[in-house]
């Protein structure tokens, strides 16, 4: 990155009157295309919007942007003057806010201004006071949606002191063309409007000090007359191709300086006026919104031509607002136009050419706005692409909690997506649960204890103390909250023909799979095959399903058994029990075992079957492992290189706090992976170079590990690394 010369002391804007000197004024037509209210329009940009900006203060006054959402309607209409959504990151929003929301391929975005109004469970709450369609200039100067460029060279390091040399944040800089700005004014306003420059859209002057090129628009110039009331601001800049975000903040002032404005001329053309940042904070994380969201993988998101054409919706506004306005056009001659057959088709390609023609102005290259930022430039969507099988993430609805025992509980989720399909798995296999917490995604495996293709998928979670997401789940969650399911995953599970005999070893929630498979395998009402349960509890309180369970026994007592063992009665369930307990049974010689539970059991279990002579490939046994949050690793951005066989596949940066698979699946490498938790051992990779820091327990062998492999849903670089998927 080239840093730009300080000058002294550059020249400081005070007034409206200096700036409108410089600017102009807008033109009445401008000023009148704000709603105060959400309409069908808006709806549906809502409705199809994967990301958005995000600019509020949160109690002790402290400016924050970030970028929200991850899938397509995160942000919900409550009323079409209030909204919802989850927000990460620290500090509830108070006061004002502001949004715009960008679809991807799209250069307009839709601006949303509003007040803070609490928060209802996980969501944060929205009063909106206005709406307006923004033009595409930003998104095309910026090049968003263009095919991720050639990661800039590193930038040199200074011997500055100060934010913006703190680690990756220069280089993050260098490469970033496209950030959301937010400022406020004195009566209560909010502004977060998008800026893109070419190359880079904030240049560093020295180690506190950056400058942000304000090239010529439509004079609306909301942040410039904001910083005349509050100097304080904020900003998140974003790199193409990239899932990390760079968050600053500090104070802003307007100069003309006409030295420092030649610096960050284009083709000899300087801008009218640049934005001086003093830096008090600067960041580089990763953002979970940009991961889950995909915006630059290729094929995961609808062409474009079938987004909201935000364009009309703008001169929808303009008309319903010329009435009442003075200064504009006429309403009834808006009206007639609007009602002219393909004038919307006609209108864009008049806007796309005074883009074009407006940009050259500027001194930018020639830009296409069809292809660089308009309403094409996406390849089509394809479920292989987007992951619309079994792996993909499926957003889903509480639809009930029902209490199993006092640390146990069941919660029935429906699926919401816009194509809502059965959840289809084998018995025993589980799901990954994807939840805001605290401002972070957090991810749990759980074992589906309803049987498979029911609209319902139903997930048994026991408190753990200390466990943040069973903790969540317990105290947090409520009916009609939201959640993401990935999966199913796993190879613990039941056969496609179920063999004469099944036994089932569980311990505490290790019944949950093994209750898949009793409700799947009873609901055949003309099986023959039989099923005994041994099951260990704390206490007859604890017995999870122990209604059910009784009832099946009863209904069924040609082809179900239960043996219940109460450690707090019986004492702890051991290699002797279980070996007592199966020498009573007897079972066929053809049977097939299933030990769900703690470690100790479970090895216990082990040996007495193979005491027994039962073979390996009779015994299936599920170890979960602890669940641990990922990331943290490292404060600083590491390349990952991905190979297949040795041939390189692509290269990306793993930004702080993620793994290494959210880093590949975010810039649309084909990274094997199922679970995401390190359970099922999908994501296994070949360690090439560099070092990697993994959650433990986890599912690799001690012999995989030595052998230099890991698992890239819980693994983070502590350095540079190279990885080989293709693994034997």
């Known amino acids: 990155m080239q840093y730009v010369r300080k000058p002294v002391g550059p020249r400081r804007l005070e007034t409206v009157t200096d700036v409108e000197t410089i600017i102009g004024r807008p033109a009445p037509i401008i000023m009148i295309k704000q709603i105060g209210a959400l309409d069908e329009g808006c709806l549906a940009v809502l409705a199809r919007c994967p990301v958005a900006a995000f600019g509020y203060r949160d109690g002790d006054g402290t400016s924050r942007t970030t970028f929200i959402g991850g899938a397509p309607g995160f942000a919900r209409a409550l009323s079409p003057t209030r909204i ?22 799209v250069g307009e975005v839709l601006r949303v201004n509003g007040t803070a109004a609490g928060r209802k469970g996980a969501q944060t709450l929205v009063d909106i006071t206005e709406a307006y369609v923004h033009c595409a200039q930003a998104v095309l100067r910026s090049g968003l949606w263009r095919p991720p460029p050639a990661p800039p060279a590193p930038a040199p390091r200074r011997a500055d002191d100060g934010p913006l040399c703190a680690p990756g944040v220069a280089d993050f800089l260098a490469a970033a063309p496209f950030l959301a700005l937010s400022s406020w004014d004195a009566s209560g306003g909010s502004d977060t409007s998008p800026r893109g ?13 950056l400058v942000i090129p304000d090239r010529k628009g439509n004079k609306r110039a909301d942040t410039l007359h904001n910083l005349l009331q509050d100097d304080r601001l904020s900003f998140a800049a ?24 030649e610096t960050l001329a284009l083709r000899g053309r300087p801008p009218h006026l640049a934005l001086l940042i003093d830096v008090e904070h600067a960041e580089v994380t990763g953002n979970d919104a940009l991961v889950r969201a995909r915006l630059w993988t290729p094929g995961a998101h609808p062409d474009p031509g079938t987004m909201p054409d935000l364009m009309a919706l703008g001169g929808e506004h303009l008309t319903a607002n010329a009435s009442t306005s003075r200064g504009g056009p006429p309403a ?17 390609r008049v806007a796309d050419r005074a883009y074009r023609s407006g940009l050259r102005k500027e001194g930018y290259d020639d830009i296409q706005p069809g292809t ?23 957003e889903v609805r509480v639809a009930e909690i029902r209490r ?15 194509n809502p399909r059965p959840f289809d798995f084998r018995p025993g296999q589980f799901f990954t649960l994807v939840a805001d917490i605290d401002g972070r995604s957090v991810r749990r495996a759980y074992s589906a204890s309803s049987a498979p293709g029911s609209s319902r998928l139903e997930i048994t979670v026991k408190h753990v103390e200390g466990g943040r997401f069973s903790t969540h789940v317990h105290r947090g969650l409520r009916v009609d909250d939201r959640l993401a399911v990935r999966g199913p995953s796993g190879s613990f599970h039941a056969g496609l023909r179920p063999p004469d005999e099944t036994v089932l070893i569980a311990a505490g929630s290790g019944v949950t799979p093994m209750m898949s498979m009793i409700r799947s395998r009873i609901a055949v009402r003309t099986g023959r095959d039989r099923i005994a349960l041994l099951y260990s509890s704390r206490s007859t309180e604890e017995i999870i399903f122990a209604g059910e369970l009784t009832r099946l026994a009863d209904d069924f007592p040609d082809r179900l058994s239960v043996t219940h063992v109460l450690t707090r009665r019986d004492g702890r369930l051991d290699a002797d029990g279980v070996k007592s307990w199966l020498t009573r049974r007897s079972p066929a010689q053809d049977a097939q075992y299933y030990v769900c539970g703690p470690a100790p059991l479970m090895d216990g279990v082990q040996g007495v079957l193979s005491g027994l002579g039962v073979p390996d490939e009779q015994v299936h046994h599920e170890r979960y492992t602890s669940g641990a949050d990922t990331g943290g690793a490292t404060t600083v951005p590491q390349e990952m290189t991905v190979e297949e066989d040795g041939r390189p596949l692509g290269t990306v940066v793993v ?8 880093a590949g699946l975010a810039a649309g490498l084909a990274m094997p992976h199922s679970c995401t938790v390190g359970n099922c051992g999908d994501c296994m990779v070949r360690l090439r170079s560099g070092e990697v820091a993994q959650n433990e327990p986890n599912c690799l062998t001690p012999q995989q590990k030595s052998e230099g492999y890991v698992l890239t849903c819980v693994g983070c670089p502590l350095s540079g690394v190279t990885v080989d998927i293709a693994v034997p």
């Open 84 to 105: 919802s959504f989850p927000l990460p990151g620290t500090g509830d929003p108070h006061g004002p806010v502001s949004l715009f929301f960008l679809l991807p391929g």
């Open 197 to 209: 420059d070419q190359r880079a859209a904030a240049r560093i002057l020295d180690g506190r000090t």
């Open 238 to 261: 974003l790199v193409p191709g990239r899932s990390g975000v760079l968050h600053v903040r500090g104070r802003g002032a307007i100069t003309d300086d006409a030295a420092l404005l």
């Open 332 to 348: 009834f001659l808006l009206k007639a136009v609007g009602a002219i057959p393909g004038v919307n088709r006609l209108l864009r």
């Open 372 to 394: 660089a930022g308009g309403r094409r430039g996406l390849p089509s969507r394809t479920a292989t692409d987007v992951g619309e099988g079994e792996h993909s993430l499926r």
């Open 404 to 418: 199993e025992t006092p640390s146990a509980l069941t919660l029935a989720l429906e699926d919401i997506g816009r």
């Open 655 to 662: 930004e702080p706090g993620q793994t290494l698979l959210e």
